[in-house]
């Protein structure tokens, strides 16, 4: 049997999320046009002759930052050195930039090996929706932020910029993107997306947790008695009081690692990762 790795497109794209939702990681149903279009190169596939049999996203950003995810080998391959293989051409494709996952708790001394160190944890945390709440004259659909504004707000949590994977990101079908605006500025801003099971928020990005819990409100009601799923960095410990103050439970929690020193974004103002496949 040959065994080959090559770049893939979109649609071969849609066999690794489909191999995410098996695993359990629940992706987003319309994700896909968003993380091709940050990095079109970025994403790896293994063949075992033309099978597909192992999965990467290795996504590149201006200023040498990089990002892996989407790291699957289907059961009845494993342990066979193929995803290994793949991890190698993903690293390689990445170089000298520093490479940031969020890797699940289980394979942390494995990243280790390679030379990622851990940052902190991220935890999801499940609930449900909500039928009413006041609504707050501050949040405005975030089509009417300017998009130059809401890059700049961004680079205080990201750090690259992003900009081709949040014009599709934030216009999502069925999905609800939201800003805070007040006095004419711009303090917080989200999303929540519909997934496999139920709907994922991410991200929710905000100055203070009153702004971030006005939000949350908000993206609450959408989805209704839906369940609804948020990313919390653990090191944010009023995100952490947000999740639990809606009676949300923490599902699991994966490591994030890098290989070089440790981005500086304001940590505090992340009440929600915006994915763990992209950062």
Known sequence: MKYSIRHINQKELETAIEWAATEGWNPGLYDADAFDAMDPQGYFMGYVDN???ASISAVSYPGQFGFLGFYIVKPEYRGKGYGWKLWQEAMKYLNSHNVGLDGVVAQQENYKKSGFTRAYANIR???IGSNSVKKSKNIVPLSKVSFDELLKYDREVFPADRSSFLKIWFNQPKSLALGYIKDGKLLGFGMV?????GYKVGPLFADNEKIAEELFQQFRVFVRKEKIYLDVPEVNKKAVF??????MVPMFETARMYTKEMPQIDLH????????ELG
Do not use: N, S
């Open 242 to 247: 947000l999740a639990k103050k809606y009676k």
């Open 51 to 53: 099978e597909p049999v």
């Open 193 to 197: 997306r519909p997934c496999r099971v």
């Open 125 to 127: 945390y499940e609930g």
């Open 269 to 276: 103002k992340i009440f929600g990762v915006t994915t763990f």
